[in-house]
């Protein structure tokens, strides 16, 4: 991985974090040891349990720590696209999203940057593929992200089976192409936001296998909301879509 790695450029990790003090450490720790070389950007909202706190003292003992200290709650969507700024800023070659709460193993994160070095403008960690899969999650929420996939792959007629993964890894030059200054979108719909953009501007999009597995500690930050803002931005790009595709016929008609 180490050849790889080199021809990739530099690495940045981005783990947006909110009241994620007792999984924070952990998870930059065993980050450290799947890719030494790689660096971390934890974007705290402002965390009342002290999140960011741990982060800076993280930051201040190890040169590869990185620490954005947010104002406030401003949800997932929000998060990452600051820490997509502040990456292509300071010149990394490739950018990940990274979960603080476990659910994203980071011994799985060479898988990414493998798919990166073989072509990929764009990796996503699939728990819907061959070899992907959920560990310790009730029916209910496979239901709901196995319908999520469905639904916005009969809308938007894409081929991804894990849309709303958020385990996902870009080439800078893929982040920059996508017009990520129009993106308004949070939770479930900004992971379903990041693959159309990069699908309808002609990235090459790969999905690896992951092993997806729920937090242990702290509370899951999705909702009903999250959910319905998905199915609805997701049914209005789709409609969207098709009336695109029914005029360009026109227009060849």
């Given amino acids: ?65 990185h620490v954005m200290h947010r104002r406030g709650k401003q949800g997932l969507g929000a998060a990452y696209l600051a820490g997509f700024e502040w990456g292509l800023d300071n010149g990394y070659d490739v950018l990940v999203q990274h979960d603080a709460d476990g659910s994203h193993q980071p011994e799985q994160l060479p898988r990414h940057l493998q798919a990166l070095a073989d072509g990929a403008d764009m990796v996503k960690g699939s728990r819907w593929v061959a070899g992907g899969s959920v560990v310790n999650w009730p029916k209910s929420r496979v239901l709901i992200s196995r319908g999520g996939s469905l639904w916005t792959r009969a809308w938007l007629g894409i081929k991804v089976k894990d849309a709303t993964g958020g385990f996902n890894a870009f080439k800078a030059d893929t982040l920059r192409g996508m017009d990520l200054d129009e993106v ?70």
């Fill in 1 to 65: 991985m180490a050849a790889d790695l080199a021809a990739l450029g530099s690495v940045l990790v981005i783990i947006p974090t909110y009241n994620e003090s007792q999984n924070i450490e952990s998870i930059t720790n065993r980050l450290r040891k799947a890719v030494p070389e790689a660096h971390i950007l934890v974007a705290d909202d402002n965390s009342p349990d002290g999140t960011g706190k741990i982060a800076a003292r993280l930051a201040e003992s190890d040169e590869n720590i």
């Fill in 184 to 253: 308004a979108s949070a939770g479930y719909c900004f992971q379903i936001d990041l693959v159309w953009r990069a699908i309808k501007h002609g990235f090459k999009v790969v999905e690896v296998p992951i092993e997806f597995v729920e937090r242990e500690f702290g509370d899951s930050k999705m909702n009903r909301n999250i959910v319905v803002e998905a199915l609805i931005r997701t049914t209005l790009w789709g409609v969207q879509h098709r009336f695109s595709q029914l005029a360009g016929l026109f227009k060849r008609g």
